[in-house]
């Protein structure tokens, strides 16, 4: 049982460059998120989705766009790279919507340089 | 809004010694409580969780006790092993919202 697959695990970019992590999960889950991890600051949630089709803004959304088409895929887009976005990105997959005690299923992250 | 703050580390142990890594929390409702654990290199995995006032959730040696009259949600176990040197994360969610809020982080090395 795969989980949470990201890709690619490495990248550098350089400013400017566009880009797209790919996230799938065989769990059949309805809800997928991306966050980004930067020291000190933790996990701050950039998209969201709730259902095949649907797309929500999180905390940090700017910069990025996102997309699920199909109920495994969950795809972060980076249009024109910026040094700041240089960080370590996490996806997540969930059955339900939080609360009940449901927890996260997490990728192994995908580090991001932008030089 | 939610949130939570965790203590900032980085913690370093010697091998058998005691861990305490406090959580404290806000939220509105009653949320749900997480411990997380990340080892090196690796995602988020879940190590023990809490549901409701009181309920203490326990995983590998580690527990934590969800107290609601003091808004906090402290990991510990009694007897650290240089395997548990990882960043550890608290973290909420509520039945009203769409997402986990975590704490920052924090890290823990175990020194033999």
């Known amino acids: 049982n795969a989980g949470v697959t990201q890709t690619p695990k490495f990248r550098v970019l350089k400013t400017g460059q566009s880009m797209t992590l790919l996230c799938a999960q065989d769990?059949?889950?309805?809800?997928m998120y991306w966050y980004r991890q930067d020291p000190g600051m933790g996990l701050r949630l950039i998209h969201y989705s709730v259902g095949e089709g649907t797309t929500a803004k999180g905390e940090v959304p700017d910069g990025y766009n996102v997309s699920r088409l199909k109920k495994q895929n969950f795809l972060l887009g980076l249009e024109s790279a910026a040094p700041s976005q240089t960080s370590v990105y996490f996806c997540a997959s969930s059955y339900r919507r939080t609360g009940g005690g449901y927890g996260y299923t997490f990728g192994s992250g995908t580090r991001l340089t932008v030089v | 809004g939610d949130s939570v703050t965790q203590m900032e580390g980085p913690v370093t142990l010697s091998e058998e010694a005691f861990l305490t890594i406090n959580c404290t929390y806000t939220?509105?409702?009653?949320?749900?409580l997480f411990w997380y654990v990340q080892y090196p290199g690796e995602g988020l995995q879940l190590l023990l969780k809490?549901?409701?006032?009181?309920d203490k959730g326990s995983n590998k040696g580690f527990e934590a006790t969800y107290r609601k009259e003091t808004t906090s949600f402290h990991l510990e176990k009694g007897s650290v092993q240089v395997s548990d040197s990882a960043v550890y994360f608290c973290?909420?969610?509520?039945?009203?919202?769409?997402?986990?809020?975590f704490g920052t982080g924090t890290s823990l090395t175990v020194i033999p």
């Open positions: 769990m059949n889950h309805e809800y």
């Open positions: 939220a509105t409702g009653y949320p749900s």
């Open positions: 809490a549901t409701k006032a009181d």
């Open positions: 973290a909420l969610s509520t039945n009203t919202g769409n997402q986990f809020y």
